[in-house]
């Protein structure tokens, strides 16, 4: 009989070319189920709680998959991490019962996009952080970030590529907050759309910079048209910060680990 088991990660998204499979082997999934399999023995294929795409990096994003070979918890963790790559990492294992999955069962998901609003580049957090060089007008962004609240028609903001069945989505935060050189967007919602918080992002991007009013964002919604909003932004400064389920799970609580900015 196999066992479930559920684990937690932490990714930098640079390394690979998102996390679903790929036929030449560069996704997160692929590393990851390579190293499963040399812990389990023979191949195991995973269910995450959200898809991210090339360049998205996660500090809480969560799997099971099912065992037909009982393994200590360690072994699912430590033993794991010694044949993962570096920019990959369990954090943390835990046996779970059979009817749990980790994207049916997860309740919200928390995104926070980091953006280096300077006039100079990133150099050290290259790849890691979003960058816009002219100034940007904080309380404009914060008034629009407020139209996008509640749940929504999100077809402006979803991916022409988008596979999921229905465009709404509940979206309980949307908040922009600024840390130093550093705008800091955070986005927590029942699910997202294939590339929601990117284009939500570029959205207030482009008030931000006094293209457009806060108002804007209320009428893109009412659109429902990908191509009334701004372009896809950079995926660099996007993680994965939180996936939250019930408590009968017995999951451990979703840490940031993310290192303060400079």
């Known amino acids: 009989m196999a066992l479930r088991i559920a684990l937690g990660l932490e990714y930098d998204?640079?390394?690979?070319?998102?996390?679903?499979?790929?036929?030449?082997?560069?996704?997160?999934?692929?590393?990851?189920?390579?190293?499963?399999?040399q812990v389990h023995g023979e191949p195991v294929r995973t269910i995450v709680a959200g898809r991210t795409d090339a360049g998205v990096h996660a500090t809480s994003q969560v799997l099971h998959f099912d065992a037909r070979h009982a393994r200590p918890l360690s072994a699912w963790q430590r033993g794991t991490n010694a044949h993962l790559p570096e920019g990959v990492a369990v954090l943390w294992a835990r046996a779970v019962a059979e009817d749990f999955?980790?994207?049916?069962?997860?309740?919200?998901?928390?995104?926070?996009?980091?953006?280096?609003?300077?006039?100079?580049?990133?150099?050290?957090m290259a790849g890691r952080v979003g960058w816009v060089h002219a100034p940007l007008?904080?309380?404009?962004?914060?008034?629009?970030?407020?139209?996008?609240?509640?749940?929504?028609?999100?077809?402006?903001?979803?991916?022409?590529?988008?596979?999921?069945?229905?465009?709404?989505r509940d979206l309980r935060v949307a908040s922009v907050e600024k840390q130093g050189h550093y705008v800091i967007f955070e986005f927590r919602a029942n699910a997202f759309l294939h590339h929601q918080v990117r284009n939500m992002v570029g959205a207030?991007?482009?008030?931000g910079l006094g293209r457009r009013l806060p108002v804007w964002l209320a009428e893109v919604l009412e659109?429902?048209?990908?191509?009334?909003?701004?372009?896809?932004?950079?995926?660099?400064?996007?993680y994965l910060t939180g996936v939250a389920y019930g408590c009968e799970?017995?999951?451990?609580?979703?840490?940031?680990?993310?290192?303060t900015l400079p």
Request: charged fraction near 20%; aromatic fraction near 10%; include cysteine.
């Open 13 to 37: 998204g640079r390394c690979f070319c998102g996390w679903q499979t790929q036929p030449g082997g560069c996704a997160i999934q692929d590393a990851v189920e390579r190293a499963l399999a």
């Open 249 to 259: 799970w017995g999951l451990p609580t979703t840490e940031n680990r993310l290192p």
């Open 223 to 238: 659109a429902r048209d990908r191509r009334q909003a701004a372009a896809t932004f950079s995926g660099d400064g996007l």
């Open 101 to 124: 999955h980790a994207r049916f069962a997860a309740q919200e998901r928390t995104y926070r996009y980091y953006l280096l609003n300077h006039p100079v580049r990133p150099a050290l």
């Open 204 to 207: 207030l991007v482009w008030v």
């Open 137 to 168: 007008d904080l309380a404009a962004m914060q008034a629009a970030s407020k139209h996008l609240l509640g749940l929504h028609d999100f077809t402006s903001f979803r991916a022409a590529e988008c596979q999921a069945r229905t465009p709404f």
